[in-house]
């Protein structure tokens, strides 16, 4: 697009070498003096180049935002996987030693007690909440005896417990109930192992 801009200064008539120099320039020579043939934008031109560049940079933060809620979610499933694994093993070594009743006394228990080295992540045991816990954290609740992850990217996450967003695990004893009558009870009902389960249903959404 050709369109003019303000005039060059023009106090004396030029010589052939400057004509030439500015007509090499992209300058428009004239009886008026020069003037810059081409160059910058339009108005609508700098409009559209602006809506782009704002409608990139949308897609960029969606895309940075899902892949930062798929950090954490893989994050969250890896303790979760290592403290499965780790009462795995405390389920196993009490069938080696013929102890399974004994693990009725972890039921509700802290599942972060069976780690050699805890996360860094972990805040430690509460009896309720604070506003100073940090999103991304674990804590243990022991009034509601059950394991507890912060949210941080909440509009990825769905279900769990609100305002905050969070998820909530117990570890629950498995038996078989002989009896039939919901309960465990050790005389009668079988050991079986122990589960590191979520209180509600939830999901990460992308």
Do not use: C
């Not at 043939?37 to 969606?62: D, H, N, R, T």
């Not at 069976?114 to 816990?133: H, I, K, Q, S, V």
Request: net charge positive; no cysteine; proline share 4%.
């Amino acid at each position: 697009m050709r369109r003019w801009v303000a005039d060059l200064p023009v106090g004396r008539p030029l010589t052939r070498r400057s004509r030439g120099y500015l007509e090499r320039k992209g300058f428009n020579v004239g009886r008026g003096g020069a003037r810059l043939a081409q160059g910058g934008f339009s108005l609508l031109e700098l409009v559209v180049v602006i809506v782009l560049i704002v409608f990139l940079m949308q897609i960029a933060l969606a895309r940075l935002l899902a892949m930062q809620a798929d950090a954490e979610r893989v994050a969250m499933e890896t303790v979760l996987g290592t403290l499965r694994s780790a009462l795995g093993m405390k389920v196993a070594e009490s069938i080696v030693k013929g102890t399974t009743a004994d693990l009725a006394a972890l039921e509700t228990s802290n599942p972060m007690e069976r780690l050699a080295e805890l996360p860094r992540n972990y805040l430690g045991e509460f009896d309720t909440r604070t506003a100073e816990m940090e999103d991304g954290g674990w804590y243990f609740d022991r009034t509601e005896r059950a394991l507890i992850y912060l949210v941080r990217n909440r509009s990825h996450f769905s279900g769990g417990v609100v305002d905050p967003p969070r998820a909530r695990f117990r570890v629950t004893l498995v038996y078989a109930d002989r009896n039939g009558n919901g309960r465990y009870e050790g005389k009668i009902d079988a050991v079986e192992g122990l589960r590191l389960a979520p209180l509600e249903p939830y999901q990460w959404v992308r």
